[in-house]
């Protein structure tokens, strides 16, 4: 006996705004804070915030679990209504020459951060003395970057943002050498290696937490238009 074919049952059409509850259920991370700060930040700097409605807010901030429990703290805002940084990073030629960007520090600091040009490799030299290299908010001209780092009875540090690829190869004798690696989501994102060689001193590079690359052309424009 033929068993009598049912009709297909309708495809139920997924209920509105269901993806955007289930990324608002997510729990929040340090550099989901960190991030919701600086808007109001900026809030409070342009006068959108009194200081007792930032202080009401960054209190939530805190005590914030999930992504949905701190969207709304910066739903008035204008910085909430701009689109998220999307897309491919853009890059120069690749040129595998060029010169070397040097940071000498003996007896001395040498400190490199804002807004500057990564060159594609950067020699930093510690004697007696302390070197820092930001790169939170440097311009990348180039996928990759060297940083070829010594310290002898020295200081280098290294801070990069925390949406990059991060490496390193090294050693210390009597001294400390540590990087704290990354791998980023995006798979042309820029990647920053640092090498080096400690003897009774350190080397240390991390991430910034709440810091992260923007795509190369929106900088430049931001950069040249002001």
Same mark, same amino acid.
């Given at each position: 006996?033929?068993?009598?074919?049912?009709?297909?049952?309708?495809v139920?059409?997924?209920?509105?705004?269901?993806?955007?509850?289930?990324?608002?259920?997510?729990?929040?991370?340090?550099?989901?804070?960190?991030?919701i700060?600086?808007?109001?930040?900026?809030?409070?700097?342009?006068?959108?915030?009194?200081?007792?409605?930032?202080?009401?807010r960054?209190?939530?901030?805190?005590?914030?679990?999930?992504?949905?429990?701190?969207?709304?703290?910066?739903?008035?805002?204008?910085?909430?209504?701009?689109?998220?940084?999307?897309?491919?990073?853009?890059?120069?030629?690749e040129?595998?020459?060029?010169?070397?960007e040097?940071l000498i520090?003996?007896?001395?600091?040498?400190?490199?951060?804002?807004?500057?040009?990564?060159?594609?490799?950067?020699?930093?030299?510690?004697?007696?003395?302390?070197?820092?290299?930001? =790169?939170?908010?440097?311009?990348?001209?180039?996928?990759?970057? !060297?940083? *070829?780092?010594? &310290?002898? %009875? #020295? @200081?280098? /540090?290294?801070?990069?943002p925390?949406?990059?690829?991060?490496?390193?190869?090294?050693?210390?004798?009597?001294?400390?050498?540590?990087?704290?690696? =990354?791998?980023?989501?995006?798979?042309?994102?820029?990647?920053? !290696?640092? *090498?080096?060689? &400690?003897? %009774? #001193? @350190?080397? /240390?590079?991390?991430?910034?937490?709440?810091?992260?690359?923007?795509?190369?052309?929106?900088?430049?424009?931001?950069?040249?238009?002001?």
């Amino acid at each position: 006996m033929d068993l009598e074919k049912q009709p297909p049952k309708p495809v139920v059409p997924a209920e509105p705004g269901a993806a955007a509850r289930v990324s608002d259920a997510l729990r929040a991370s340090d550099a989901d804070r960190d991030r919701i700060a600086d808007i109001l930040r900026d809030a409070l700097a342009e006068g959108r915030l009194d200081p007792e409605e930032h202080s009401e807010r960054i209190d939530a901030v805190l005590r914030a679990k999930t992504v949905g429990e701190l969207q709304p703290l910066i739903q008035d805002l204008p910085q909430a209504r701009k689109a998220p940084e999307t897309g491919a990073y853009s890059y120069g030629a690749e040129e595998q020459t060029g010169a070397a960007e040097n940071l000498i520090a003996v007896f001395s600091s040498s400190l490199r951060k804002g807004r500057w040009r990564v060159s594609r490799r950067t020699n930093a030299f510690a004697v007696f003395g302390s070197i820092e290299i930001d =790169l939170t908010q440097a311009l990348f001209e180039q996928r990759m970057t !060297v940083i *070829n780092a010594t &310290s002898i %009875f #020295g @200081n280098v /540090e290294v801070r990069v943002p925390e949406n990059i690829t991060l490496r390193g190869n090294g050693s210390g004798i009597f001294g400390n050498f540590e990087v704290r690696t =990354l791998e980023a989501v995006e798979p042309d994102a820029p990647v920053v !290696v640092v *090498n080096g060689y &400690s003897v %009774f #001193g @350190n080397i /240390e590079a991390k991430p910034k937490r709440g810091r992260r690359v923007a795509d190369l052309q929106d900088r430049m424009r931001k950069y040249f238009l002001g």
